[in-house]
């Protein structure tokens, strides 16, 4: 089936340092989702974005939906311990037609 | 506030044994999906409910029943457990298919 590239795979950096991650798709999407897990739970929605060239911030966290509408990026600004976890973007075309990138590990070093 | 609530959250099956993942919503959302997570890829759908008494196949639906006798209830089933369906099994639920899905805490699956 159809997934979404996502990269970097993982990403080791230092508290304060600001972080960003991508996905790709061969096909258009209507939304694009980014969530973040933590160990031991579920998938929780960070961003939503729903325009082509998009561009929507909540808190430290900025995200954008490219022009193209086959991709979208996550920036973290200023990263701080509690960042650590799974960062997955998600693709819809449909209402029930939504794929996942395969996440992006990120680790804050203190 | 529960919101999503998954039953059992750990699970070791032999080949062949039969059971049901339970998952339960008290946000009177209508829409509720199962996915299963597997090391290096993202989540899955394997089916999906748009209300109560509807069912229907997502990306990967093989080897698996599900069934929404209620609105706040979507069940998963495996009727003759693999080693293939080893994974992480989450549920999720919406308001409707364009609201935001909220998902619970998972199921840890292990088919020996």
């Known amino acids: 089936g159809q997934q979404l590239n996502q990269s970097p795979q993982s990403m080791f950096i230092q508290e304060g340092e600001d972080v960003s991650m991508n996905c790709t798709s061969s096909?258009?999407?209507?939304?694009w989702l980014w969530y973040k897990q933590d160990p031991g739970e579920g998938p929780v929605l960070l961003i939503a974005?729903?325009?082509?060239?998009e561009l929507t911030s909540n808190g430290r966290l900025t995200a954008q939906f490219g022009i193209t509408r086959k991709d979208s990026f996550l920036n973290i600004s200023a990263s701080i311990p509690s960042d650590v976890g799974i960062y997955f973007c998600?693709?819809?075309?449909?209402?029930?037609?939504?794929?996942f990138g395969a996440g992006t590990r990120l680790t804050v070093k203190p | 506030n529960a919101g999503v609530t998954q039953t059992p959250k750990f699970r070791v099956l032999k080949t062949g044994q039969s059971m049901t993942l339970l998952c339960a919503q008290d946000?009177?959302?209508?829409?509720m999906y199962w996915y299963r997570q597997d090391p290096g890829m993202g989540l899955r759908l394997i089916h999906y409910?748009?209300?109560?008494?509807?069912?229907a196949k997502g990306e990967v639906p093989d080897g698996y029943n599900v069934s929404r006798l209620k609105k706040q209830n979507f069940l998963l089933g495996l009727e003759s457990a693999a080693p293939s369906q080893t994974s992480v099994y989450f549920c999720?639920?919406?308001?409707?298919?364009?609201?935001?899905?909220?998902f619970g805490d998972g199921t840890r699956l292990s088919i020996l």
């Open positions: 946000m009177n959302h209508e829409y």
């Open positions: 974005l729903y325009k082509a060239g």
């Open positions: 409910s748009v209300g109560e008494g509807t069912t």
């Open positions: 998600a693709g819809r075309r449909n209402n029930n037609d939504m794929r």
């Open positions: 096909s258009i999407f209507n939304t």
């Open positions: 999720a639920s919406s308001y409707q298919g364009r609201w935001t899905q909220h």
